[in-house]
């Protein structure tokens, strides 16, 4: 089966950084689009960030200029590197993978989370 599982997440002052990885692991063909969604308590969950196969990158507005996406396609894995914390950025950040199997079936795979908290 295929699993993605998140790490890096953490307490954190304002103005601070922390960086976020995800590797999938299990029978993968290819990997898609790669992204993080984060959903903050009474919110809905929302993209934070995305790069793509071919490496195009996409940011939601208020992380643009501070937070940066990449991927190393070698490890399956992706990074969030996230600097000039704000306290309105403290959500669960949540890895997403669109991937393909070695079966053909292509389908959208979720880490469990893990929790960014920043203080003032």
């Known amino acids: 089966q295929v699993r993605l599982v998140e790490s890096g997440g953490g307490l954190v002052q304002a103005g601070g950084s922390l960086t976020l990885s995800c590797t999938a692991s299990?029978?993968?063909?290819?990997?898609?689009?790669m992204g993080w969604y984060r959903q903050a308590p009474g919110k809905q969950r929302e993209l934070v960030a995305s790069?793509?196969?071919?490496?195009?990158?996409n940011y939601v507005d208020p992380v643009e200029g501070r937070f940066t996406i990449s991927r190393d396609n070698a490890k399956n894995t992706v990074h969030l590197q996230m600097n000039n914390l704000k306290p309105e950025d403290t959500a669960v950040y949540y890895c997403?993978?669109?991937?393909?199997?070695?079966?053909?079936?292509?389908?959208?795979?979720w880490g469990q989370g893990t929790q960014v908290t920043v203080s003032s």
């Open positions: 299990g029978i993968i063909f290819t990997i898609y689009t």
């Open positions: 790069v793509a196969d071919g490496g195009a990158v």
């Open positions: 997403n993978a669109d991937i393909r199997s070695l079966r053909g079936t292509r389908a959208s795979y």
